[in-house]
């Protein structure tokens, strides 16, 4: 394949090979051949940072291999024009970095986001890395130029429609997957993105290239072919139920109409792409009026835009109503980025629980400005204006001085529609690798069509070796960061089998899985909270002291790494306090939790399963009922189906732990009244034998049969219902019904012994 090719002649094919992987690819990464606890945006972070370092790589050795005729510095005015504002917005998101509540998260990011500044760096040298790989084509051979451009397109593009077609196959129920939510029951697509809204914004991206692409098409095959894909992209969107991109569509286009009938009309529009325009817009119509009048939900999404009241849209309310508070207390430099949570947890409301789940709290405003201004304040802000004007100022000088008059139009409509639907919600990293592969080829079209004295003639500023020098520690460095990548895909792997054995459990199987994550990427605190809210649910009802010994020697381990003070730091000392008998310490860590969010149920919840351990029993039932309070009421019509069934879920769980505490104090009919309330909310059958050990303990043999019989009806299968019947029976005197019963549980379990000593005594 390389034969007769010149080394940098090899480069270049391996760069474009590169980044055309990145942009087809990212969007249609996720977990699927290794199981993952974040299946979408860590997976495509992963990827985008793996082929990013080998881009690097590459680049690097091609600027090497430059003749010396093309080894040029920048000019001051090139600077001035393509890199001061990439540059100066990379140093003013910095500036919040030095005030920011959480210095880790907001360099590293969150593990479920991954927007941290060291992916800003990574988006900079990605869009830094594409637009010198253009220029470098264009000052050779501006037809290569071209090529390259429709090339990275027509990547756009196909990715865009694979995604679009596996959205709709979704929807009609056609998927190779099992996911917990199918779309086909929710009836929003999520496709290869994983989140309807994420996926909405992304088509914003593709569909005007895909437009473009006809327009453009010589070939008639490709043309269908494009069509084809732009109608699949608005299937989809409408399929995603996104309000927030249907509405920056929608105004997208009306802004486009606007420009038609602006007295410059002719030099705006030429025929052919008005006449394609009009096609597309009349599918549109067609296609959402059709559904409109079929799809109930699609009628309900569409009226709820203006319903401030109820669903999501009331919840964004809420967070935007906590957002500027917050805003308002730190307005120039913000807190950090990704620090969100960190912030708005402590206005959690009872309310919110009602437009989505119990204890639901969110790490983004799902409002661009708000977002820029509680993570980097009025600097934030600034930096976003500078970089947004400096794309519009790069599409209308495109627009005015070159020939790719249409492309520029398409990349800066799927630009400004994108950061129209971030309104609504959040940036993901399939929309940052996106928005700045967008800047690199405006850039790019805005150089090819002014580029007479861009560059000096000056040589390097250094000789040529000090750059090579340079290559190796690149190398090393590059190398030591895709390992690392690879680990924390291990480690996730390793998380999500770990939770899973833990719900089972699987205790050591779990205990080795954790040890196992701390080997392949140690400090990573995520993966330490939640091992400890899984453990801590489960531990105390373990008899076995093995078991609970693993658990205290990690809650020791998680201790020791524990050197931040941020919510979920402190919420995982009070839970490995608690887990290692250190209850004075526990309170303390409970009550600086119940500080930072005094209206959030989960701290109640578990700072009464620390009382109930601890012996103080009454205080916790005062802590239930506390958090039994902040639960919103099931009674409440603003609950849909999905959030009236997580209340009764919680609720249930409260009922519960209320219960227990009863039967520790021998309480037996307040116990039995709570797990009644339980069951009233949530079917469990061990309720049912919870229920019958209440009686059971009162000498009221017939109403524990009672509950066991019901329940061996239920659950047929389990012996230990007809062995529990014979016990009762027995105890009551019944030889007979006694003796059937412990038959019965005998042929479905053999090998307890327990059983046939049972059996054995009633012969």
Known sequence: ?????????????????????????????????????????????????????????????????????????????????????????????????????????????????????????????????????????????????????????????????????????????????NWSEPPALTGRTTSTLGQPNFLGSYLLFVLPLSFYLITTAKNKIWRWLCIFFTFLNLACLLFTSSRGAWVALFLGLVVLGISYLAKNRTAIFNKINWRYLVAVLLGIFLLFGTLMSYDNFLRQRVFGIFDFENGSVAARVYFWRASVDAISKEPVFGYGLENQEEILIKYYDKDWGVFGNVNARTNRAHNLILDILLTSGIIGLLAWVLLLTWATKLFWRTW???????????????????????????????????????????????????????????????????????????VFFGGRLVVSDFNALIQDHYFSSMQKALLDGQYFEAYTLYDYIKESQPGYFYYDVNFLKVAYSKIFDVNDLSVKDGAKKIATKILADNNSNNYASVQARALAHTILGDYSAAKIDFAALINRAPLLPENYVFEAKMLAVSGESEASLTAYDTALGLVPDDADARLNWDHLLNVKRYKAGIYLGKGNVYMTIKKYEAARANYKMALGYGFSLDLYKKIANTYYLEKNLDKAIWYNERASLINPSDYLWQYSLAVLYKEKGDKAKALRYATRAAELNSTDTGVTDLLNSLK
């Open 1 to 177: 394949m390389f034969k007769g090719l010149k080394l940098n002649k090899i480069l270049d094919l391996l760069i474009e090979v590169d980044y055309l992987i990145a942009i087809f690819f990212v969007p249609l990464t996720f977990a699927i051949f290794l199981p993952n606890a974040n299946i979408f945006e860590l997976n495509k972070m992963i990827l985008f940072r793996f082929l990013l370092i080998f881009l690097i790589i590459f680049s690097y050795a091609r600027f090497l291999l430059l003749k010396k005729n093309e080894s040029k510095v920048v000019s001051a005015k090139f600077f001035r024009r393509y890199l001061w504002v990439p540059v100066g917005f990379l140093f003013l998101l910095a500036l919040p970095l030095f005030s920011s509540v959480d210095l880790a998260t907001s360099f590293w990011g969150l593990y479920d986001r991954q927007e941290g500044y060291f992916s800003c760096l990574g988006y900079f040298l990605w869009f830094s890395l594409i637009f010198w790989n253009l220029l470098v084509s264009f000052q050779a051979d501006f037809e290569v130029f071209k090529t390259k451009i429709f090339k990275i397109i027509a990547a756009i593009s196909i990715a865009g429609a694979i995604s679009s077609l596996y959205g709709v196959l979704q929807i009609l129920g056609i998927d190779f997957l």
């Open 400 to 474: 005015k001085y070159s020939e790719h008059k249409n492309l520029a139009l398409a990349l800066y409509f799927g630009l400004a529609t994108y950061i129209l639907s971030l309104f609504f919600g959040f940036s993901f990293v399939v929309g940052n690798v996106y928005l700045y592969l967008f800047l690199a080829l405006l850039a790019a079209l805005d150089f090819a069509s002014r580029s007479e004295g861009e560059f000096n003639k000056n040589r390097l500023p250094w000789p040529r070796f000090i750059y090579a020098l340079l290559f190796l520690p690149l």
